[in-house]
């Protein structure tokens, strides 16, 4: 099991990072003006999506996002046993221009990438495109969204004990349950085209007075239109990200109070690709067991590392970068700081069924020496 680094080599790391961070937020003006370097793909607003298409970037896709389309990992990441010291150091080569992105090791990409998504949510508001899906008055049902019941026992989740070491009041009355479908045909523009349903589904548990979230489900429109083969165009109103802010700032009559987000949890993470990373980043091929990740607090790794940077690149974690990245006007400078795996045990059928679960803790930015 991974160790922890001493405090001089945390501080080490993130000191690099800080300063790699800084480097690509520089040049990025120069980069979104220059006709042959577009800026880096992590920064496009759509890139939250796990079967990613080609946008603005002319950079290779696979080397920042290996889920994308044209990506030889389409559909899945594979284990992979990573030196993640090595791994730091190409990144980070790679980050200063010396070395093509799309030449390094698997692992070493997912670090390249986390570096990226830590600069974005790092940065300020007019240094990341920001998402045009902030309006509360906006009628999601116009695109087809539906807004269902969903109670479900807290017992069912399996994270009492996470809850009761962060001081997460579990209780009902704190608790907030939120589950929309995408399942009806929509046109919101009366002279635009009409969106075919697509079975999309996202179910939340959220407490805002503790700064709380717990993701339960997470079936994007364009995931389930492939699978189940809903002719395109699919409806605009679609990213987790974009869905989740909506959600949570309802929650508060005060928009100030929103900013209080600190706690999500990525609840029996079923994503392939997102098993696999956790493997590579704990360095083992394994299925989750009582013992491996183990129960809460699991493994932990910052951001100032590279295993917590390649955490960064999950598909059920850079849902929650976008989120913070794309509606700083709203929640401020927010900034993943650590990344918690873990087993959690979820009962099914009166037995309890061990589960992956991640926890990400978050922290005013931006965070870093020197930032």
């Not at 800026?39 to 890139?47: C, E, F, S």
């Not at 150091?89 to 570096?115: H, I, Q, Y």
Request: hydrophobic share 40%.
């Amino acid at each position: 099991m991974p160790t922890s680094p001493s405090q001089n080599t945390w501080l080490a790391r993130l000191a690099v990072t800080a300063l790699l961070c800084a480097w690509i937020l520089t040049i990025l003006p120069y980069l979104q003006n220059s006709p042959s370097h577009s800026p880096p793909r992590a920064l496009h607003p759509r890139a939250n999506d796990a079967n990613l298409t080609s946008h603005t970037s002319s950079l290779p896709i696979s080397y920042l996002d290996p889920l994308s389309a044209g990506s030889s990992n389409v559909t899945k990441r594979d284990f992979m046993q990573c030196d993640w010291a090595t791994a730091a150091l190409s990144a980070a080569v790679a980050t200063l221009g010396d070395v093509n992105p799309d030449e390094l090791d698997p692992c070493a990409k997912m670090v390249f990438r986390g570096t990226h998504l830590l600069c974005i949510m790092n940065s300020q508001a007019d240094r990341v495109q920001q998402s045009t899906w902030v309006d509360l008055a906006l009628d999601i049902s116009t695109y087809g969204w539906n807004r269902l019941d969903n109670y479900r026992s807290f017992d069912l989740y399996g994270l009492r004990s996470s809850f009761e070491a962060l001081n997460i009041n579990d209780d009902n009355a704190h608790r907030k349950e939120a589950m929309m479908e995408q399942s009806s045909d929509s046109r919101p523009d009366p002279t635009g085209p009409e969106y075919e349903a697509s079975g999309g589904e996202y179910v939340w548990s959220f407490n805002p007075s503790d700064g709380a979230m717990v993701a339960l489900s997470s079936y994007s429109p364009d995931y389930m239109a492939a699978t189940f083969q809903v002719e395109p165009p699919i409806v605009p109103l679609k990213r987790w990200s974009d869905l989740t802010f909506l959600t949570w700032r309802a929650l508060f009559a005060n928009p100030e109070d929103a900013r209080g987000l600190k706690h999500v949890f990525r609840h029996d993470v079923a994503n392939e690709a997102s098993q696999d990373g956790m493997k590579s980043i704990l360095g083992r091929d394994e299925e989750v067991s009582e013992t491996f990740p183990g129960p809460w607090p699991g493994v932990s790794f910052s951001t100032g590392e590279a295993q917590g940077l390649a955490a960064l690149t999950l598909p059920n974690t850079v849902g929650v970068v976008w989120l913070l990245a794309q509606h700083k006007l709203q929640l401020g400078i927010r900034v993943i700081e650590q990344v918690h795996i873990f087993t959690c045990p979820k009962p099914v059928d009166g037995r309890e069924i061990q589960k992956w679960c991640l926890y990400l803790h978050i922290v005013d930015g931006p965070i870093g020496p020197g930032l």
